[in-house]
């Protein structure tokens, strides 16, 4: 049984039309006059906090503490202009699984496992009207890197679940590559879904425990009593 899930959620819950890699860019030249480079960074499966260190070590700015709240602030004000005008939505299936999940005897204890900082994932999904639907998180602010920031998202769902939980009973759902291994570093069990840009062809050589082209094709209660 599957006690604790965790979503990631730029290209598995939701997408933006790409409203938070225009705020990262809009930030970076706002605050930091910097019109190029945001262009060469390989945004999915990252971290927000990891994207900017590169970024700030490409021009050669010291990524000090005060650096990254500057960016930050600029970034979340963007961002939040960026998504309410933005022509993204909830992928096909995210709903009806949910709906599946409810319907459990055991109803798992679900969060977010992302890289987005906490701020820039609740406006997201709040523009969704989907931000309540999480009892917790692990997000950038916690942990820099992805395989840290699932084994904060972990403990957090075991408190919430109010048991032990062992490993093989959380459930990671993501679109990338990054997501597969971040799991596989808290010995959970991951679900890869191709909504975002890998094929599930892409995700399979990863050897998730189930891959499929979203999650209107995949039979949650089946994968949740598993
Ligand atoms: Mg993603």
């Given at each position: ?17 790409g ?36 970024f700030?070590n ?21 961002l ?6 933005c ?20 109803r ?33 602010d ?39 291994r ?26 998730p425990?189930?891959a ?15």
């Amino acid at each position: 049984m599957i006690r604790v899930v965790l979503f990631d959620i730029d290209g598995t819950l939701i997408h933006t039309g790409g409203a938070g890699v225009k705020a990262f860019a809009r930030a970076f030249s706002e605050e930091f006059g910097l019109h190029d480079g945001s262009e060469n960074l390989k945004f999915a499966g990252r971290t927000d906090v990891s994207l900017v260190r590169e970024f700030f070590n490409l021009h050669k700015i010291d990524p000090t503490p005060e650096h990254f709240q500057r960016f930050f602030n600029v970034y979340i004000h963007w961002l939040e202009k960026m998504v309410a005008d933005c022509d993204g939505g909830i992928f096909q299936g995210v709903e009806n699984f949910f709906a599946q999940m409810n319907l459990l005897a055991g109803r798992p204890a679900v969060g977010l496992l992302t890289g987005n900082i906490k701020r820039g994932a609740e406006i997201k999904l709040r523009h969704f009207g989907i931000w309540d639907r999480f009892a917790f998180g692990g997000f950038a602010d916690d942990h820099e890197e992805r395989d840290h920031i699932a084994a904060v998202a972990r403990q957090r769902g075991e408190k919430h679940f109010g048991k032990p939980v062992r490993n093989d009973e959380v459930l990671v759902i993501g679109d990338t590559p990054l997501d597969v291994r971040c799991a596989r570093a808290i010995g959970a069990k991951v679900l890869a879904v191709a909504t975002g840009s890998y094929t599930v062809a892409q995700l399979r050589e990863y050897q998730p425990d189930w891959a499929a082209e979203d999650l209107a094709a995949v039979d949650a209660t089946q994968i949740l009593s598993d």
